[in-house]
């Protein structure tokens, strides 16, 4: 199992940015996949960012351009840098990590707020 602990959420005006990190540690030679998810309230969790073990990553069409979701190998921490924020971007955010088999991990979850 992969222990997930997410930073650096907050409260920003619209137009701001934030970085968000997720460190890992456990068996992190089983992830296959991380990725950043955002629930906002009262809709389904969704994926907004997330980058394979081979170093591609895909992003939800409502983020791209605004949002960048790198890694640190060395420090085994992920990171979503989130740019132009908007107030539609307010949810709380989560670090996911998926295992080969599927598995998957999540962090306790960090909270966005944009206002307008």
């Known amino acids: 199992q992969v222990q997930l602990v997410e930073s650096g959420g907050g409260l920003v005006q619209a137009g701001g940015s934030l970085r968000l990190s997720c460190a890992a540690s456990g068996n992190i030679f089983m992830m296959n996949s991380m990725g950043w998810y955002r629930q906002a309230l009262g809709k389904q969790r969704e994926l907004v960012a997330a980058i394979a073990s081979g170093g591609i990553t895909n992003y939800a069409d409502s983020v791209k351009g605004r949002f960048t979701m790198s890694r640190d190998n060395a420090k085994r921490t992920v990171y979503l840098q989130m740019n132009s924020l908007k107030p539609e971007d307010t949810a709380v955010y989560y670090c996911?990590?998926?295992?080969?088999?599927?598995?998957?991990?999540w962090g306790q979850g960090t909270q966005v707020s944009v206002s307008s």
């Open positions: 996911n990590a998926r295992a080969w088999n599927g598995f998957d991990s």
